[in-house]
């Protein structure tokens, strides 16, 4: 199984100030036949389902707020809130789907200071 | 825009089989794979399986020996069957579209407690 390590486990961040999430994979989820990062990132805000925010590691969903980018390649990638917002206070997952089975981070909690 | 609706028993008691369905709306089955996804309290997201509309299949290993899925392609409905279920079975269980333009369902919330 690919084992995806998400840091830290909770990051207090002011508001309007960049929040920065670690994701490393024990593994590459770099796909070589097209080039592209099998890694997403998801937002689950409490008591909600998880939404997509990035896919092919850096490729934002639609209607995702330009604040949110992804970045990285290989085993190493990082997501960034560029200023954080009081809608943004969720737990943030990344998540392999290079192969099966498909697996998740451990998740970070991103709250407000 | 596709939406999923899920529906199951919440209340299990341990050695019998959780049993959850998923409906999709508004949106194609057929050229996806659709997945079970499931959350203990507090706890981080695990990947039960997927199920296309031919009723190809690929489940997590921790779970195989205990999982079934399959596919209703008429009704556009996916189902997902857990028996011999214990107190770790505990979690609210997720359908969901996991391509681009994820979609998920509401969650259903199944305790498994005598």
């Known amino acids: ?113 | 825009q596709v939406q999923l609706r899920q529906w199951g028993a919440g209340l299990l008691k341990p050695s019998e089989t959780l049993s959850l369905t998923c409906a999709v709306q508004g949106g194609s089955f057929s050229g996806f794979y659709w997945s079970w996804i499931r959350q203990p309290p507090g706890k981080g997201l695990e990947w039960i399986g997927e199920i296309n509309h031919s009723g190809y299949t690929k489940y997590n290993p921790s779970l195989k020996s205990r999982v079934t899925m399959s596919v209703d392609t008429s009704e556009k409905q996916f189902s997902l069957r857990l028996k011999s279920v214990t107190a770790a079975d505990t979690a609210v269980y997720y359908c969901a579209r996991l391509s681009s333009s994820s979609t998920w369902g509401q969650g259903t919330l199944v305790i498994v407690s005598s």
């Not at chain 1, 190493?76 to 998540?95: K, N």
Request: hydrophobic share 25%; net charge negative; with cysteine.
């Open chain 1, 1 to 113: 199984d690919i084992v995806m390590t998400q840091s830290p486990d909770s990051l207090p961040v002011s508001l309007g100030e960049r929040a920065t999430i670690n994701c490393t994979s024990s593994q590459s989820v770099l796909y070589s036949s097209n080039n592209k990062n099998h890694l997403a990132w998801y937002q689950q805000k409490s008591g909600q389902p998880p939404t997509l925010l990035i896919y092919w590691g850096s490729t934002r969903e639609s209607g995702v707020p330009d604040r949110f980018s992804g970045s990285g390649s290989g085993t190493d990638f990082t997501l960034t809130i560029s200023s954080l917002q009081a809608e943004d206070v969720a737990v943030y997952y990344c998540h392999q789907y290079y192969n099966y089975p498909l697996t998740f981070g451990g998740g970070t909690k991103v709250e407000i200071k």
